[in-house]
């Protein structure tokens, strides 16, 4: 039986979300289909470009992304505060910038004498953009939309293109989003197509490699790593991005190898930080996609109430 999303997405019970979309049947989001003797790897720029479009504009920042051949992966993060600061004019300008105007709007910009009921009208628009600049669910659905078309247009064809649905997967603490962060950068090392994480293309990790050889402070369109928690700490990922390169390293080499047994090897920070032991890390990266929350008995236990769920299910960490 298909979750109400209401039941999966909750800003209240976390800010982080894994999602996933998959093509429909035989559909090729990207890569090379041998039956057709076709290539779709241009596609994969596709996905991209307009990842980080929509992330220029929404109210919700990129911690990871993976681009396979039929589905592609992200974990996002809702900027509450973000959403809440903007003023009306930045909320139109930001929604503005991926739909037309409608007429009432374009009054409203051009400074127009309005009725006491079209500036009411005005302002509800607004606010259901603002809301909308929050929502996974409408990040997901521009994104996949504009895929869908393009890729329709291409193949000269008609229909869904995507499952009707994306999963999503609640990130209940750092456990969890340290987890799903390195499932999705490693997806690419798992299937076959790439070595190591800095020559995975179109993926989070890559990008952050590249900015960090160009001495950028982080990849563009990318949420950055702030460090380890303390006060006063600014926006970003509660992790050193030279931990999580060393874990998603560390963590690659394990299960290229299928080795799923502790590793007598010195264990990087992060890991000692969130309290796993090697053994218990790899077990967890092979089984991120089980259930629709991730985290501590205690995180979802605790977050039940917020989803109005009672079933504690998910991927429950030590």
């Given amino acids: 039986m298909t979750t109400a999303r209401s039941q999966l997405i909750s800003i209240e019970a976390t800010p982080y979300y894994h999602c996933v979309s998959r093509c429909v049947r035989r559909s090729f989001l990207c890569g090379y289909d041998e039956l057709t003797q076709t290539s779709y790897e241009h596609r994969r720029e596709w996905v991209e470009k307009r990842l980080k479009r929509i992330a220029n504009v929404f109210c919700i920042d990129v911690c990871a992304y993976a681009i396979m051949s039929n589905h592609y992966h992200v974990v996002l993060h809702i900027n509450k505060v973000l959403v809440h600061r903007l003023s009306n004019h930045q909320v139109i300008e930001r929604w503005l910038t991926l739909h037309h105007a409608p007429v009432l709007i374009q009054r409203f910009l051009k400074n127009e004498t309005l009725s006491k009921a079209e500036h009411n009208a005005c302002l509800t628009i607004i606010q259901t953009w603002r809301e909308r600049l929050g929502s996974i669910s409408w990040f997901m659905r521009l994104l996949n939309q504009h895929i869908a078309c393009k890729a329709n247009q291409e193949d000269d064809c008609t229909g869904h293109f995507w499952e009707s649905r994306f999963k999503s997967q609640a990130l209940l603490d750092e456990k969890a989003l340290a987890a799903a962060m390195t499932y999705v950068d490693l ?132």
């Fill in 187 to 318: 997806n690419p090392l798992r299937a076959g197509i790439a070595e190591t994480p800095e020559t995975s293309n179109y993926t989070s990790v890559k990008a952050r490699i590249q900015s960090l050889r160009q001495n950028k402070a982080t990849a563009p369109c990318l949420f950055p790593f702030a460090g380890n928690p303390r006060n006063h700490m600014p926006a970003g990922l509660p992790f050193r991005l030279l931990d999580y390169l060393e874990l998603v390293d560390w963590t690659g080499r394990q299960i290229s190898e299928g080795k799923r047994r502790y590793i007598d090897s010195p264990q990087c920070p992060i890991l000692e930080r969130l309290g796993f032991d090697t053994a218990c890390w790899l077990n967890i990266c092979t089984k991120i996609e089980t259930g629709t929350l991730i985290g501590t008995t205690s995180s979802i236990q605790a977050v039940l109430p917020k989803l109005n769920r009672q079933r504690r299910t998910g991927l429950q960490l030590p």
